[in-house]
């Protein structure tokens, strides 16, 4: 049943969210920690062990595959709803603070992907 | 006249989410089809409908004066519940659907340095930019920090610390300064960055860290990286805002003595 795949991701979700939660508040921040990237562990831990048992039906995938698959127009109506007026407005020295900090960290996204190329290759 | 369209806009608002749907879906289309005839597929199409958001957004901030874009107005707050964190966040989670567990395991290491890279050297631009611009004191200069690394990360930090209402405000614009160039700027940067296999996804992700950055940037460059870049990227925020008011503010006091 369909529903099945989207009450695995949903609980995967849940318990992700609730873990990272945990995990702020154990270090003391009012904060989630990782805690979206804990849910996808979970489901990719959990779909792969029914697929392994035989007991991920088609039908429980599309419950799962919808959602994903519904993931670019979600992200669309994300930046549609973002506060770009407020980013507008913020006048030179925010606009100079984010916009100097993305420059950087695009150079070092550039850098840090060579450097793992590097290594790749020499332990090859 | 009115009397024909009070129904229809009661229909509008009141299954806002279904109308979401729709006008996504009508957005979709249209960047879709401007990609494939006027850019002849050199721009992708979720880049562009990604773009048309973010100028829906201006527009509805303009209008309503509100904080949540086109959301504000009363028809399309569907928008907000459709691009807000459960939805979003569920989607997420189901693109892991199908991702290697090798993949991420190989890119885990660089990932976790480019985490605590992406954190420190934004809070050392942002901070550096508040020094220039005459900002003396630790607490304003590591909040406006934290503003570079993410939206959430500044405003937490300022509070931790007590910032001023102003320099938390700075830190907000700061942030979605960086989340608005991360999501349009990443398709073209792209390939001149080597981001086209998951492990520099992951890099990408642990580095910019602003989450709807990182996932709209993505998904408008290939959405198979999306995962890996979400990946690491969720882990983000929340360690700035562990790292912000105690290691970060810390240093800051060292450079800065108040």
Redesign the interface.
């Known amino acids: 049943m369909t529903i099945y795949g989207t009450a695995i991701?949903?609980l995967?979700?849940l318990i992700?969210?609730a873990a990272?939660r945990l995990?702020?508040a154990l270090?003391?921040?009012?904060?989630?920690?990782?805690?979206?990237?804990i849910?996808?562990?979970l489901?990719?831990f959990s779909?792969?062990y029914l697929k392994r048992t035989g007991r991920l039906q088609v039908s429980t995938?599309s419950g799962?595959?919808?959602?994903?698959a519904?993931?670019?127009?979600?992200?669309?109506?994300?930046?549609?709803?973002?506060?770009?007026?407020?980013?507008?407005?913020?006048?030179v020295?925010?606009?100079?603070?984010?916009?100097?900090?993305?420059a950087?960290?695009?150079g070092?996204?550039?850098l840090?992907?060579?450097?793992?190329?590097g290594k790749e290759k020499e332990e090859s | 006249m009115i009397d024909l369209l009070l129904p229809v806009e009661k229909v509008l608002t009141s299954y806002s989410l279904v109308t979401?749907?729709a006008v996504?879906?009508v957005?979709?289309w249209i960047s879709y089809t401007l990609s494939e005839h006027v850019t002849k597929g050199r721009i992708h199409g979720?880049a562009i409908?990604?773009l048309?958001?973010?100028i829906?957004?201006?527009i509805?901030?303009?209008f309503t004066g509100g904080?949540?874009?086109?959301?504000d107005v009363p028809m399309?707050s569907g928008?907000?519940l459709?691009?807000?964190a459960m939805?979003?966040?569920?989607?997420?989670?189901?693109?892991?659907?199908?991702?290697r567990?090798t993949e991420?395991r190989e890119g885990g290491l660089?990932g976790v340095?480019?985490l605590f890279?992406?954190i420190f050297?934004?809070f050392a631009?942002?901070g550096a930019?508040?020094y220039a611009?005459g900002y003396r004191d630790a607490v304003s200069i590591t909040t406006?920090?934290g503003?570079?690394?993410t939206y959430?990360v500044g405003p937490?930090t300022g509070a931790g610390l007590g910032a001023s209402s102003d320099v938390v405000?700075?830190?907000?614009?700061?942030?979605?300064?960086?989340?608005?160039?991360?999501?349009t700027?990443t398709p073209f940067?792209a390939k001149?960055?080597?981001?086209d296999n998951p492990?520099?996804a992951m890099?990408?992700g642990g580095?910019?860290g602003t989450n709807?950055g990182v996932?709209?940037g993505l998904?408008a460059t290939d959405?198979k990286l999306?995962?890996y870049g979400?990946?690491?990227a969720?882990?983000y925020?929340?360690?700035g805002?562990?790292l912000g008011p105690s290691v970060v503010f810390f240093i800051v006091k060292l450079i800065i003595p108040a």
């Open positions: 991701l949903s995967s979700l992700g969210l990272g995990l702020g270090v003391g921040v009012d904060a989630d920690i990782g805690g979206v990237g849910a996808m562990l489901l990719i779909t792969d995938e799962i595959s919808f959602w994903g519904i993931y670019v127009p979600v992200v669309v109506a994300m930046s549609a709803s973002q506060n770009v007026r407020g980013a507008l407005s913020g006048g020295m925010a606009t100079l603070a984010g916009a100097l900090g993305v950087v960290c695009f070092l996204v550039g840090f992907v060579r450097l793992g190329r | 979401a749907f996504v879906g957005t979709m979720s409908a990604i048309i958001g973010l829906l957004a201006y509805g901030g303009i904080k949540q874009g086109i959301a399309l928008m907000g459709m691009g807000g939805l979003r966040d569920l989607a997420i989670v189901a693109t892991a659907f199908g991702v567990m991420l660089m340095l480019s890279t992406g050297v934004s631009v942002g930019v508040a611009f406006i920090g503003g570079a690394a959430i937490v405000a700075l830190s907000v614009a700061a942030g979605l300064v960086k989340a608005i160039l991360v999501m700027l940067l001149s960055i080597g981001l492990r520099a890099i990408f580095l910019m709807s996932m709209a998904a959405p999306v995962p979400a990946m690491t969720t882990f925020t929340g360690l805002c562990l």
